[in-house]
């Protein structure tokens, strides 16, 4: 025999659902901001860094004339670090082959750099672990304690 629909129980869901939509909307329209955009200090600033390729506080200050409370402002921003991390990366890929020269010119002095290198320019494969095993003859060895 069929039963005919809880129709209490359709409602209350009915009701959370539209109830916890309204929270989430509400929260997601609290915590999204608009898109952010940077000053032009903090355009100068992230040119600096990438330029002078630091993380030095002091020597961006000082080539860029921004201050570094400027910069601990900026970085209490949640969106300005998300922003600037964003930023760095496509900045800093555009500038790998600095590093690729830097990484050269030190290859010919230095075996770690060298072989840094050649693994990324894909000529040099690392060799695959070795297990090494002992092997003891016993009989060898003992020979004539026993009179083999």
Request: aromatic share 10%; glycine share 2%.
């Amino acid at each position: 025999m069929l039963r005919p629909p809880d129709i209490t129980r359709w409602k209350v869901e009915e009701w959370s659902t539209k109830s916890m939509n309204k929270q989430i909307t509400k929260l997601n329209n609290s915590t999204i901001s608009k898109e952010f955009k940077p000053t032009p200090h903090m355009i100068v600033w992230i040119d600096t860094a990438v330029r002078l390729m630091t993380d030095n506080i002091t020597e961006i200050e000082t080539e860029s004339k921004i201050t570094a409370q400027s910069w601990h402002g900026w970085v209490k921003n949640p969106d300005f670090r998300v922003w600037f991390k964003e930023e760095w990366n496509k900045r800093i890929s555009g500038e790998a082959w600095k590093l690729d020269v830097i990484g050269m010119k030190q290859a010919r002095k230095n075996h770690d750099y060298w072989q840094d290198m050649m693994r990324r320019t894909g000529n040099l494969v690392d060799a695959p672990q070795q297990t090494n095993i002992q092997v003891n003859n016993v009989i060898k060895d003992k020979k004539n304690e026993y009179d083999i």
